[in-house]
């Protein structure tokens, strides 16, 4: 039997006729910049956001670039981040010239650990930028009390955790700004790239949008140095198909979470752990063991998908080397990195196939 990480042909397979129409209404309208569409869209990712408003960009690395641009984070700024995530997260703060400053994660999420972030704030710090990893949040109490102690921005990186809840609230709602994307393989996943940034400040939504058309406005009167940075239309009309389904594909992610979970109780498998207070919706299942490059090995012969998310912090990335940090510096990110293995969790993940990749996990550690 072969289990893939992820089967989006089996979801295009389910929905196919929906979406035929969806992008061939758009044909038909030759719409395919902007339009009611995107508008659409956009309205409803910020009502199940519970925020007022949502600007749709062209993907998620564009929704972090926007938001720290629209809140002028500059080349003297410090932004407080997480190195264990995808390169976007600090990528983008490194491109607006301010200088990422990595504090180590919490080993039981992975996601990062606010009582470290207090130490990490200086007379430059200007934001935080948590990433709800996996599809859990971040621990938003504490990093929002440090903001507000430090009058300081907040970027949430939901990129990963659209309709994550912590608290009952939902993923983008509680910081300044949060930016989702719709790459193929999140748990709303457009056919190309797309993001989204949703926020309850006008003026910061009205700025994104500025930005993302070339900073135009009118069209040809450049009130910015904006650049274009559009959702498409087609994209728009898929993703509000997919989006009628995406409370129940993330309800199956989460029953096959609970299924591994049990069925992994008492094994020499570290699984991840969602807090009593979160609504995990599992963009990943990620697992950690002592020897997962064996692990990895006996995945691949078994013809089971995997992968590693992820495997070199991104303080130790070589675009960095500049910020000074070196091995040891952050130790749980460092060992999360060598441990991890993300396994099939995706909504139409069959029983069988689910089976399989138990068992031969339970082989692997001796069971
Ligand atoms: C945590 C995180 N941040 C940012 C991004 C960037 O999103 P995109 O690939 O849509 O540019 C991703 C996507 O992989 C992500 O996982």
Redesign the pocket.
Known sequence: MQVPLLDLKAQYAKIKDEILAAVSQVLQSQVCIGGPKVAELEQKIAAISDCKFAVGVS??????LSSLMSLDISPDDEVVTTPF?????AGCIARTGAKPVFVDIDPRTYNINPSLIEAAVTERTRAIMP???FGQMADMDLIMAIANKYNLVVIE?A??SITSTYKGRKAGSIGTVG?F???P??NLGGAG???MVVTNDAQLAQKIELLRKLGAQPKYFHKVIGYNSRLDTLQAAILEVKLKYLDEWSKKRREHAKIYNEAFKGLDIITPKEESFNYHIY?QYTIAVKNRNELEEYLKKNEIGHDVYYPLPMHLQECYKDLGYKMGDLPISERCSKRVVSLPIFPELVKEEQDFVIEKLREFVGE
Do not use: E, M
Not at 85 to 89: G, M, R, S, W
């Open positions: 993907s998620g690395t564009d929704a972090i995530t995808f390169f976007a997260t990433v709800h990893l990186d990129a990963q930016c994307s719709f790459f393989s999140k790239d797309g993001g963009n």
